[in-house]
C-alpha cells in the first residue's frame, strides 16, 4: 500500500492543522481569561477558538486554493462548513445552556442526598465570538500553508 499521496494530501493536512493549533490555543487562551492552566482543554469541545470551526474553514478554503473556487468540492466544503459552525453555536450551544440548568437543578434539589453528583458537560458549544475565532483561525492556517507549500 503507498501512503505517499496521503502524505501529499495537502487539503486534509490543513485541515488537520487548524483543528490541532486550535486545540493547542485552547489552552494559553484560556490561562489568560482564567488565571489557571487546564490541559484537558486540549482534548475538549467548547472554548475559544473553535476547533470545529477551524477544521471545515481551513479545509473548504484549501479546497478552493487547490482545485477551484468554481468546483462542485469547493461548493460542498463550503456547505459542510457553514453546517458545522452553525450546529457549533446553535444546537451544541443549546445543549450547553440546557445542562448548564440541568446541573443547577440537580446540585438544589438533591443536596445533602447520597445520590451520584455527576455533571452534564456544559461546555459542548461555542458562542458566536468562539466560532468567528476559528474561522479566522482557520482562514489564517489555509492561507499560510498555500504559500508555504507554492
Known amino acids: 500500500m ?5 502524505l ?18 485552547k489552552v494559553p487562551l484560556d490561562v489568560l481569561r482564567e488565571h489557571r492552566w487546564n490541559w484537558a482543554l486540549f482534548f475538549a469541545a467548547g472554548g475559544m477558538p473553535s476547533s470545529h470551526s477551524s477544521l471545515v474553514t481551513s479545509t473548504a478554503l484549501a479546497v478552493g486554493l487547490h482545485i477551484g473556487f468554481n468546483s462542485p468540492v469547493f ?3 463550503v456547505a459542510l462548513a457553514m453546517v458545522v459552525v452553525y450546529d457549533a453555536t ?5 445543549a450547553g445552556k440546557q445542562a448548564e440548568k440541568i446541573n443547577i437543578l440537580v446540585e438544589e434539589l438533591l443536596k445533602g442526598h447520597p445520590i451520584s453528583e455527576e455533571h452534564l458537560r ?6 458566536p465570538l468562539e466560532a468567528m475565532g476559528g474561522v479566522l483561525l482557520g482562514l489564517v ?6 504559500f508555504l507549500w507554492k
Open 90 to 94: 446553535g444546537v451544541r450551544r443549546q
Open 141 to 146: 492556517v489555509a492561507l499560510g500553508l498555500w
Open 75 to 77: 461548493a460542498v466544503a
Open 2 to 6: 503507498n501512503i505517499d499521496p496521503l
Open 8 to 25: 501529499q494530501n495537502h487539503v486534509l493536512w490543513t485541515g488537520m492543522a487548524g483543528w490541532i493549533l486550535a486545540q493547542v490555543l
Open 122 to 127: 456544559e461546555a459542548i458549544g461555542h458562542t
